[in-house]
C-alpha cells in the first residue's frame, strides 16, 4: 500500500481552478501545460501561478460551484415532503454532503 497523498508517486498532484467555470481540475504533467477543462471544455494554459484562456468553453449548467447549495435545497425539498421538519434538515445536510463529493477535482485532458 503506497502513500495516500502521492499514489506512490512521489508527487503531489496540484487542482487548479478553471477562469471560465469555477470547476477544479487536475493537470496530467507539471505545469506549464495546456489542457482542457473537463467541465466547459475551454483550453487552458495552465501554469504555477496564472492560467490563461487559449479558447473559452461553454459553462455548463448547473455550474460547478452550485453544487452544494443545490444538492442542499434538494435534499432538504425531498425530506420535508417525505418525513416532515426533521426530514428536511436531515436531507439539507445529506444534499450537501453529495453536493461536495459532486465538486471533487476531476483529471483534465493534454492538448
Known amino acids: ?3 495516500p497523498v502521492c499514489n506512490g508517486t512521489g508527487k503531489i498532484r496540484q ?3 478553471c477562469p471560465v467555470c469555477s470547476g477544479r481540475y487536475y493537470v496530467p504533467k507539471d505545469p506549464p501545460v495546456q ?3 473537463p467541465h466547459c471544455g475551454s483550453l487552458l494554459l495552465t501554469c504555477w ?3 490563461q ?7 455548463p449548467i448547473p455550474p460547478p460551484g452550485s453544487k452544494v447549495p443545490l444538492g442542499a435545497v434538494g435534499g432538504g425539498t425531498l425530506g420535508l415532503v ?3 421538519p ?3 434538515l ?3 445536510i445529506m444534499g450537501g454532503v453529495i453536493g461536495v463529493a459532486a465538486e471533487a477535482p476531476l483529471e483534465a485532458r493534454e492538448e
Open 1 to 3: 500500500m503506497g502513500c
Open 15 to 17: 487542482a487548479f481552478s
Open 35 to 37: 489542457v482542457r477543462c
Open 49 to 51: 501561478d496564472i492560467i
Open 53 to 59: 484562456v487559449v479558447e473559452r468553453g461553454a459553462v
Open 82 to 84: 417525505i418525513a416532515g
Open 86 to 88: 426533521i426530514g428536511g
Open 90 to 92: 436531515i436531507g439539507a
